[in-house]
């Protein structure tokens, strides 16, 4: 069964650090999204990304977040200057038709840790 | 409640029993869907029922809408100790683009 594929599984970085999640989506899906989840606490939707720019983004996607498909086969969330509190699951999720039955198919996650 | 609150939060029960899990959420949607996730991994699609559809079936799962209560439930029957997981569910709102808000999430465990 097709899979989404995230590297690393784990990342340790010092605050202020750039860092560069990736993400490779189900190849014949259009639509894809960051969430992350905060240790105890509920998945929360970051970005949305459709034909190459993002559909919409929440209030926790800030200046320092950004998302790239750079070559038609990742999708990848950077955030420039890590702060302790952007420590965090982040799962990456794709969808050939996000209202159709098959919803959204998510990867196992990177577990992001700053410190 | 938020949108997308289940419960219980917690629930234990003998396997071959069956489990119901309860959603409510407060705005519209479009459809609303439940996941599953086991201890540290990611999030595997169970099930998705439109706003238009109040029951749905896929094998040992059962889901119903009730639009005009902002309320779902999931109906696992004849669990197994392979069903031990967090379920979740996730509202995606009416608009033109689809992104979903989960709850915190109710963890089941099935006891063989």
């Known amino acids: 069964e097709p899979e989404v594929t995230q590297t690393p599984s784990h990342q340790v970085t010092q605050m202020g650090q750039e860092v560069i999640l990736r993400c490779v989506p189900i190849?014949?899906?259009?639509?894809f999204y960051w969430y992350r989840q905060i240790l105890g606490q509920k998945v929360e939707f970051l970005v949305s990304?459709?034909?190459?720019?993002?559909?919409?983004k929440s209030e926790i996607f800030d200046d320092q977040f950004s998302v790239e498909r750079p070559d038609g086969s990742n999708f990848t969330l950077k955030i420039r200057s890590t702060k302790l509190e952007d420590s965090a699951m982040y799962f990456c999720?794709?969808?050939?038709?996000?209202?159709?039955?098959?919803?959204?198919?998510f990867g196992s996650g990177t577990r992001l840790t700053v410190v | 409640s938020q949108q997308g609150e289940e419960d219980p939060q917690a629930l234990s029960i003998q396997e071959g029993e069956n489990a119901t899990m309860n959603c409510s959420y407060k705005?519209?949607?479009?459809?609303l869907q439940w996941y599953r996730q086991n201890s540290g991994r990611g999030l595997v699609h169970l099930i998705l029922?439109?706003?238009?559809?109040r029951e749905k079936h896929s094998g040992r799962l059962r889901v119903t809408l009730d639009t005009s209560k902002k309320s779902s439930s999931l109906l696992i029957t004849a669990s197994r100790a392979a069903d031990t997981a967090s379920y979740f569910c996730?509202?995606?709102?009416?608009?033109?683009?689809?992104?979903?808000?989960f709850g915190k999430g109710i963890t089941l465990s099935v006891r063989p």
């Open positions: 996730a509202t995606d709102p009416s608009g033109a683009n689809s992104k979903l808000t």
């Open positions: 029922i439109r706003s238009n559809e």
């Open positions: 190849s014949n899906h259009l639509y």
């Open positions: 705005t519209s949607i479009n459809n």
């Open positions: 990304f459709y034909n190459n720019e993002i559909s919409e």
């Open positions: 999720a794709s969808s050939e038709a996000p209202r159709q039955g098959g919803g959204y198919t």
